[in-house]
């Protein structure tokens, strides 16, 4: 190859630096658009779980269950905005009294948004979708799923643990389906000395509707849902 020979100019590095450079940019729009659009979505709980999830399945009924009553109870839901319990959780709060939040993303394959949003909020970027469901919620309750709702879940917990976020309830529906990890988390995490005794409390794990409800005003029930002066000054710093 001939080492006078230079490269396109689509493919030059000052080209591709720039171009990051500009894309931040695109980053800080996607937190402001977000931020305008859901600064009043309160309060509000977050739920996730897998987007391959079929109409029919228990787990999609169940999740319809859980955010029509919390929607009627007065909580926002936020979900992901795409199919399966996505579409499930926007569903049931669609039809409640409270309004139903998609957080869509853009992605090559998989993720089409559903229509039971009230709010719609589209991505680029996973990590500002993610910033966006800590940053307006009350609690999370995590239904079964896949890769994402894993990082969604771990994401929840290491904000939680580490004091980045406010304490809030992260609530798991389903103990068969979430038992293993939560022995695992016990035998292996605890067990080495990974985590301490006082973060498994971190975690509920549930199976009835009504109980999931109950869980989080009963964790509110000795202060308001609005969060401190110094928890939102721990929410700005996410």
Do not use: C
Not at 15 to 34: C, D, P, Q
Not at 157 to 167: A, C, D, F
């Amino acid at each position: 190859m001939n080492n006078d020979m230079k490269l396109p100019p689509a493919q030059s590095p000052e080209l591709m630096h720039s171009k990051e450079s500009w894309r931040v940019f695109g980053i800080m729009s996607e937190f402001v658009s977000a931020t305008e659009r859901l600064n009043n979505i309160h309060p509000a709980v977050s739920i996730f779980g897998s987007a391959r999830t079929p109409h029919d399945h228990p787990y999609y009924k169940l999740t319809e269950e859980i955010a029509r009553l919390l929607s009627d109870a007065g909580f926002a839901v936020i979900s992901g905005g795409g199919p399966g319990i996505m579409e499930a959780a926007n569903k049931g709060a669609f039809y409640g009294k409270s309004p139903s939040v998609g957080l869509n993303i853009q992605l090559p394959h998989e993720q089409h948004n559903n229509p039971y949003q009230n709010i719609s909020q589209t991505f680029h970027h996973f990590f500002t979708r993610k910033v966006m469901f800590v940053k307006f919620a009350s609690a999370y309750v995590v239904m079964p799923g896949g890769f994402g709702t894993l990082d969604e879940l771990m994401e929840a917990l290491t904000l939680v643990q580490t004091g980045k976020t406010r304490k809030m309830p992260i609530i798991l529906v389903g103990s068969k389906f979430w038992g293993g990890m939560v022995d695992w988390i016990k035998s292996s995490l605890l067990e080495e000395k990974m985590i301490g005794a006082n973060d498994l409390e971190l975690i509920k794990v549930l199976d009835d509707p009504e109980q999931v409800v109950d869980a989080i005003f009963k964790h509110y029930e000795t202060r308001g849902f609005e969060p401190s002066a110094a928890e939102r000054e721990l929410q700005l710093n996410l």
